[in-house]
C-alpha cells in the first residue's frame, strides 16, 4: 500500500523559505519510476497543481506562478520528494499535499486527476 507523508510545513513571513519534504513508500516499482507532484489547496478552491517531476526525474513542471521560485526534486536513496520554496508570498498559503502516479510520463502533469496516491498535507502560511 503506498503511503506518502509530508512534512516541513509552516509559518513565515513574505520573502521567507521552506523545504516541504514527501516521504514514499509502499510502490509496487522503483521510486525513480514514479511520477510526483504537490498541489496545494486553500478552502473554497480546487486543488492547484504547484510542481511536478516525471519521466525518471529528468522533467519538471511548475505552474506560472511559482516559477524561479519553488524547485521540486526527487531524493531516490531516501525515496523523497522535496519542494524547495523560496521568495514566498502571501498567495502561496495553503495546504500543500504531495501526490503519486504509477505513470512514467504525464501529459498533464500538473491536473490532479493524474494522480492515484495522495498524502494527509501540511499547512503553508505566508504573512505579509
Known amino acids: 500500500r503506498v503511503q506518502l507523508v509530508e512534512s516541513g510545513g509552516g509559518s513565515v513571513q513574505t520573502g521567507g523559505s521552506l523545504r516541504l519534504s514527501c516521504a514514499a513508500s509502499g510502490f509496487p ?3 525513480s519510476d514514479v511520477s510526483m507532484a504537490w498541489f496545494r489547496q486553500v478552502p473554497g478552491k480546487d486543488r492547484e497543481g ?4 516525471y519521466t525518471g526525474g529528468s522533467t519538471t513542471s511548475y505552474t506560472d506562478s511559482v516559477k524561479g521560485r519553488f524547485t521540486i ?3 531516490h536513496a531516501n525515496n523523497t520528494l522535496i519542494l524547495q520554496m523560496n521568495s514566498l508570498k502571501p498567495e502561496d498559503t495553503g495546504m500543500y499535499y504531495c501526490a503519486a502516479s504509477g505513470q512514467w510520463y504525464l501529459a498533464s502533469p500538473l491536473s490532479a486527476t493524474k494522480y492515484d496516491d495522495w498524502g494527509q498535507g501540511t499547512q503553508v502560511t505566508i504573512s505579509s
Open 29 to 31: 516499482f522503483t521510486f
Open 50 to 53: 504547484v510542481a511536478a517531476i
Open 73 to 75: 526534486s526527487q531524493d
